[in-house]
């Protein structure tokens, strides 16, 4: 079993910065992917960045590219997602997911794994 873990959320101004982790572990990790995804009352969960763990490529839903960059810690099966710029409609519960097999990064289906999420608000 697989375990994820988030931290870093919090109450942030708009324009402002916050920085996620989360943390995999369990008897044998690995992962094809691991990505963050981000709910709001009353929306549907959505795609919000994903890094392949092999070759480190990255992903991003056009919400927030150029504000948000995920990055990887292979040492210590981490992911961390800074977020830059925020506003107003970036707040959520922000949840990490692993996956182990190959599949389109942006589904929400192609992810095993998922963390119990952690709240971001931004003020205006």
């Known amino acids: 079993q697989v375990q994820l873990v988030e931290s870093g959320g919090g109450l942030v101004q708009a324009g402002g910065s916050l920085r996620l982790s989360c943390a995999a572990s369990g008897r044998t990790f690995s992962s094809y992917a691991m990505g963050w995804f981000r709910q709001a009352p009353g929306k549907e969960r959505e795609f919000v960045a994903a890094i392949k763990w092999s070759g480190g490529r990255t992903y991003y839903a056009d919400s927030v590219k150029g504000r948000f960059t995920i990055s990887r810690d292979n040492a210590k099966n981490t992911i961390h997602l800074q977020m830059n710029s925020l506003k107003p409609e970036d707040a959520a519960v922000y949840y990490c997911?692993?996956?182990?097999?190959?599949?389109?990064?942006?589904?929400?289906?192609?992810?095993?794994?998922w963390g119990q999420g952690t709240q971001v608000t931004v003020s205006s």
């Open positions: 997911a692993a996956s182990r097999r190959r599949g389109e990064v942006g589904v929400i289906e192609t992810y095993d794994y």
